[in-house]
């Protein structure tokens, strides 16, 4: 072997080495991504549990509203913003994550092409304007349900999570979850109206002027981490604690958005195993 030879081969062994490296760092960053978001959001969960429990503590609620909503009764009630043209897209959400089931309602809220763009909910204090329109909205258009989620269609939503934490952590009243996000030039934190929105339907009625604005963190995640999920590069997805994906257009993926729906909604009910590719 020619000395030039040698180098040659040495450069390939380097070269693999490297690459292999990199692969083994790359896998280990997305274990670590998965574990970060599990961690967190359970400690986000737990907070927001002591807060419903410090509120039943402090106030005599009624029982027999408790009594109702916890037997049968309707716990989440979603408004779906959808583009008119997009029939699959709503026929897909009607068999995954929207499915009917007796705790969720849902309707489409149809737009047409020329969408404006988000507006930003101000929610420095009781007085909002995002919310005295939410109210305006959505007063008569909701059912008894406990909470109204406000999401756009091209979001996934981990309903089966989501139906637990109503049920068994969120305070029962006097709550939004939301992505908050600061206005520079005032200060003012507002929530995130391209997000998805959760707020509790005594909030939604008027019915109190007391709530608390929780920011959601990683219980949506971000653009990264949703790639992650949809990838399949998360060890095991349906372990994944998470409430809501990013937008899921934003992926120059093969495969239709519907389709993505509906392998997250498999992966997540647990009889479906990612094929390779
Ligand atoms: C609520 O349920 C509890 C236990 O099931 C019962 O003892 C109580 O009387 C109920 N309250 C009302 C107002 O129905
Ligand atoms: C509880 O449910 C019963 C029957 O569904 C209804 O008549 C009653 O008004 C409900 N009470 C409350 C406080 O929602
Ligand atoms: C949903 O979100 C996407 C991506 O952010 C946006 O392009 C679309 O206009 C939104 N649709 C509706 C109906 O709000
Ligand atoms: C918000 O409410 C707090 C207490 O209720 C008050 O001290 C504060 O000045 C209010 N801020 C604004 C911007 O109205
Ligand atoms: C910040 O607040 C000002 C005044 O309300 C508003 O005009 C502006 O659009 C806001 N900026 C953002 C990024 O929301
Ligand atoms: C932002 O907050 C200031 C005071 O902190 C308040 O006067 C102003 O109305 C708020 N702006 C918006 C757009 O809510």
């Known amino acids: 072997m020619g000395l030039f030879d040698k180098f040659t081969l040495c450069c390939v062994v380097i070269v693999i080495v490297s690459l292999s490296g990199m692969l083994i760092g790359y896998v280990q960053i997305l274990h670590r991504l998965e574990d970060g978001i599990n961690r967190d959001n359970s400690e986000l969960l737990h907070k927001i549990g002591a807060l419903r429990l410090g509120l039943e503590l402090s106030s005599l609620q009624s029982e027999s509203s408790l009594n109702n909503t916890s037997n049968g009764g309707v716990l989440l009630a979603m408004v779906i913003k959808s583009a008119k043209k997009n029939y699959a897209l709503r026929r897909a959400i009607r068999h995954t994550w929207a499915q009917t089931d007796h705790r969720v309602v849902h309707r489409f809220e149809l737009h047409g092409s020329n969408m404006h763009p988000p507006l930003l909910a101000t929610v420095t204090n009781g007085t909002m304007d995002w919310l005295k329109r939410l109210q305006h909205h959505h007063r008569a258009t909701t059912t008894n349900a406990r909470y109204l989620l406000i999401v756009n269609e091209t979001v996934f939503v981990n309903t089966p999570l989501l ?54 963190r990683r219980l949506y995640l971000n653009h990264r981490e949703t790639e992650a999920l949809v990838r399949h590069q998360m060890d095991d997805e349906g372990q994944l604690t998470y409430f809501f994906t990013a937008s899921l257009l934003h992926f120059s993926l093969k495969i239709p958005i519907t389709q993505k729906m509906e392998q997250l909604w498999l992966s997540l009910i647990g009889n479906y195993t990612p094929v390779e590719y």
């Open 163 to 216: 139906l637990e934490t109503v049920e068994r952590i969120l305070p029962r009243q006097g709550f939004i979850l939301c992505k908050p996000v600061k206005n520079a030039s005032t200060q003012n934190v507002t929530c995130d109206a391209a997000q998805p929105i959760l707020v509790s339907m005594d909030v939604v009625h008027g019915l109190t002027e007391q709530y608390v604005v929780h920011d959601g």
